[in-house]
């Protein structure tokens, strides 16, 4: 009777674990260190898809972080912003053969510009290609605002880094020109794990 009792506590205590390989992981290998996100395939499939797709191509192979926001003055470790990457400066060409992805915005997903989301940078509805963003901070701005989209429909946040947020620090703290990285740090490439 106690083993019949134990597996059944056994059997129970693994069903109710969270299943870490449930949503796609990938790590973001760059000059400086690593950066493990997840993506949320459920609930914005259509961008996971593409970025995959793109991830599987190898696009992202010798690409890199080249943009930047941040407020001046303030410690890394306080400071909050962004940083953008993708193939803009690296295979240009490339970017513009690509179609745009059907906007998802949080509205639809649920999912809010907190601090470590990856999002899809976009200019009008449905522009966003393979160029991504990581907030450091909580950036709801992102979400639905104005300031940011006309459209009021934010950008379409599709995943979250689980480790290497400090990474993601010192790309921020990296010298900038306005919104430029002067020295662009290079996306070494992007696996699923």
Known sequence: MKCL?????V???TSCKPDRNKEPHIIIETSIGNIEAELYPAKAPQTVAAFLSYVKK???????????IKIEGLPAEYNSGLI???????????LSKLAGVKHESPK???LSHVSGTISLARTLPGTGRSEFFICIGDQVQFDSSRRTNPDGLGYAAFGKVIKGMPVVRKIQAKD???????D?????NIEVQ
Do not use: W
């Open 176 to 182: 900038n020109k306005g919104d430029d990285i002067i």
């Open 58 to 68: 190898g696009l992202y192979k010798e690409s890199s972080f080249y943009r930047v």
């Open 11 to 13: 059997a129970i205590s």
């Open 184 to 188: 662009p740090v290079k996306i070494l």
């Open 5 to 9: 009792l134990l597996l059944i506590v």
């Open 84 to 94: 953008q990457g993708g193939i803009y400066k690296s295979n240009p060409t490339q």
């Open 108 to 110: 639809e997903t649920g």
